[in-house]
């Protein structure tokens, strides 16, 4: 299976669909008249206001911190500094060019949930292939993404990350995986249970600890790296 899997990644990801992507996020940027770029200001200042409400009794700030929760963790940790290892220096400024197209991207993802979205609140990119591109070719289109993205969460989030927690109990402190395993699962139908309300107030409260601990390590490392190299 590791074979296979390796075939496939070498076919799905290269050269070709990176371009693809930096091309696609280029192309929106001028057509959006670079949008994205000059309201972030406007934006990080709605966002970054706890008591407003707005969604299913979430905040904004609270929407937010939900959505970095997915994004800062294993692979903005292991994943940037394998590049740079990788690919020197270079891969970094890449990342940043990668990430300013994106934000196109990004706000045209988010813009078109939000069109074909349905009134009980339920949206995505499934209701997006389904009833934007419509007919048959939408509804496969719905059914793949939904299939590919149910594989992904398990084997890029779910299992990437309770493997780091485990191994890291097991080094530390000696615990077996299975009890970190148990642990997690506890915690996080904990969290869900209480719905998309309960799942805001836990990153409300999470992620920005988080956040800080990450920027604080990150500097300390540097300051680590800089301090041996003189």
Same mark, same amino acid.
């Given at each position: 299976?590791?074979?296979?899997?390796?075939?496939?990644?070498?076919?799905?990801?290269?050269?070709?669909?990176?371009?693809?992507?930096?091309?696609?996020?280029?192309?929106?940027?001028?057509?959006?008249?670079?949008?994205?770029?000059?309201?972030?200001?406007?934006?990080?200042?709605?966002?970054?206001?706890?008591?407003?409400?707005?969604?299913?009794?979430?905040?904004?700030?609270?929407?937010?911190?939900?959505?970095?929760?997915?994004?800062?963790?294993?692979?903005?940790?292991?994943?940037?500094?394998?590049?740079?290892? +990788?690919?020197?220096?270079? $891969? &970094? %400024?890449?990342?940043? #060019?990668?990430?300013? /197209? @994106?934000? *196109?991207?990004?706000?045209?993802?988010?813009?078109?949930?939000?069109?074909?979205?349905?009134?009980?609140?339920?949206?995505?990119?499934?209701?997006?292939?389904?009833?934007?591109?419509?007919?048959?070719?939408?509804?496969?289109?719905?059914?793949?993404?939904?299939a590919f993205?149910?594989?992904?969460?398990?084997?890029?989030?779910?299992?990437?990350?309770?493997?780091?927690?485990?191994?890291?109990?097991?080094?530390?402190?000696?615990?077996?995986? +299975?009890?970190?395993?148990? $642990? &997690? %699962?506890?915690?996080? #139908?904990?969290?869900? /249970? @209480?719905? *998309?309300?309960?799942?805001?107030?836990?990153?409300?409260?999470?992620?920005?600890?988080?956040?800080?601990?990450?920027?604080?390590?990150?500097?300390?490392?540097l300051?680590?790296?800089?301090?041996?190299?003189?």
């Amino acid at each position: 299976m590791g074979q296979w899997i390796e075939t496939l990644d070498r076919l799905v990801w290269g050269p070709g669909l990176l371009t693809a992507l930096l091309l696609t996020g280029g192309m929106l940027t001028v057509r959006l008249h670079f949008l994205p770029w000059r309201r972030l200001p406007w934006a990080l200042g709605q966002a970054l206001r706890p008591g407003r409400a707005g969604g299913p009794g979430l905040s904004p700030f609270q929407a937010l911190m939900t959505s970095l929760a997915a994004t800062v963790g294993t692979g903005t940790i292991v994943g940037v500094a394998s590049a740079m290892v +990788l690919g020197g220096p270079g $891969a &970094l %400024a890449w990342m940043w #060019l990668s990430a300013a /197209a @994106g934000m *196109a991207t990004k706000f045209a993802e988010c813009t078109l949930a939000s069109r074909w979205r349905t009134a009980r609140g339920r949206g995505g990119p499934m209701l997006v292939l389904q009833t934007g591109v419509g007919g048959r070719l939408g509804r496969v289109l719905a059914v793949l993404w939904a299939a590919f993205a149910l594989c992904a969460a398990f084997g890029i989030g779910c299992l990437t990350q309770a493997n780091a927690l485990a191994e890291i109990a097991r080094r530390r402190w000696g615990l077996p995986p +299975l009890w970190m395993g148990l $642990a &997690l %699962a506890a915690l996080s #139908l904990a969290v869900l /249970a @209480g719905g *998309a309300r309960r799942v805001g107030t836990v990153c409300g409260a999470l992620v920005p600890v988080m956040g800080l601990v990450y920027l604080a390590a990150a500097l300390a490392a540097l300051l680590r790296g800089r301090a041996m190299w003189l």
